[in-house]
């Protein structure tokens, strides 16, 4: 898998999948992911990672930025 699509991969969303799109599934991960909830072991990590996509994701510089 191409680097580029790994935070689109982390979110569950499309390449060209709009702003309410990133921001909905981040919703529904960092609730279901969030430490505080889950008691998975890697709950930190995983949360982490999605909290980094949506951040990159979201702002269109850095989508920008990272598609390139």
Not at 26 to 40: E, G, I, N, R
Request: aromatic fraction near 8%.
């Amino acid at each position: 898998m191409k680097e580029t699509q790994e935070y689109y991969r982390v979110l569950g969303v499309e390449h060209d999948a709009t702003p309410e799109e990133i921001k909905a599934a981040y919703k529904k991960l960092a609730q279901k992911l969030h430490p505080d909830k889950c008691k998975d072991a890697d709950a930190i990590v995983l949360f982490q990672r999605v909290k980094r996509a949506y951040t990159v994701l979201i702002d269109p510089d850095s989508r920008r930025q990272y598609d390139l």
